[in-house]
């Protein structure tokens, strides 16, 4: 079965740059899609593809993938990016979606 | 702009059926795909199933066996059942749109969420 691994946590200094990972097998065939979801909230969708961001989403987030590993970067991290964020992709037999683990991002 | 909004029972006892439904407002239904998605209180997103524009069906395998997705287009409304639950199955449940384009898909927007609690 595929799926896709994030790291728990992640910490940045305010202002900092991070990278937040996310790596499987499906990744080679699939793109990601990144979610940013907030206590009590629904998950608000923030990348898709190779780097494309819906409208209202800031330019400090992008995204990219090398072989295996799609990376979500906040460039400048602020306090309200303080988040769980999700990574997500269809699962190379493409029989089904596939959700990270979700890495909890906490901005010092 | 399209707005989801899904109801349906909040608590259950083991071993009966969960039923929710979800309401697309301001959109096309067709075209998209229509999804469930679950949480477990402190846990991860967990991708149940979706339906898509061609009607067909795709499963999480590990809940495929419980799972039947369906769609009213006459009312624009996709539904979830899933049977024989457990104190496993509680969780907030969302219904999501899912856009297909070639190698990529994504969720957006999501309904507002429904917590579903199993217990005798």
């Known amino acids: 079965s595929s799926e896709l691994t994030q790291d728990p946590a992640v910490s940045v200094a305010l202002g900092q740059t991070v990278r937040i990972t996310c790596q499987g097998d499906s990744l080679r065939s699939y793109y990601a899609s990144w979610y940013q979801q907030k206590p009590g909230q629904a998950p608000v969708f923030v990348i898709y593809?190779?780097?494309y961001r819906p409208s209202g989403i800031p330019d400090r987030f992008s995204g990219s993938t090398s072989g295996n590993t799609a990376s979500l970067t906040i460039t400048g991290a602020q306090a309200e990016d303080e988040a769980d964020y999700y990574c997500?992709?269809?699962?190379?037999?493409?029989?089904?979606?596939?959700f990270g683990g979700g890495t909890k991002l906490t901005v010092l | 702009q399209v707005q989801l909004q899904q109801w349906g029972a909040g608590l259950l006892k083991p071993s009966e059926t969960l039923s929710l439904t979800c309401a697309v407002y301001g959109g096309s239904f067709s075209g998209y795909y229509w999804s469930w998605i679950r949480q477990p209180p402190g846990k991860g997103l967990e991708w149940i199933g979706e339906f898509n524009h061609s009607g067909g069906t795709k499963y999480n395998p590990s809940l495929k066996s419980r799972v039947t997705i369906s769609v009213d287009t006459s009312k624009n409304q996709f539904s979830l059942k899933l049977t024989s639950v457990t104190a496993a199955d509680t969780a907030v449940y969302y219904c999501?749109?899912?856009?297909?384009?070639?190698?990529?898909?994504?969720?957006?927007?999501w309904g507002q969420g429904t917590l579903v609690t199993v217990s005798s």
């Open positions: 593809g190779k780097n």
């Open positions: 999501a749109r899912e856009t297909v384009i070639a190698t990529v898909a994504w969720f957006d927007p």
């Open positions: 997500n992709s269809r699962d190379s037999s493409d029989n089904h979606l596939v």
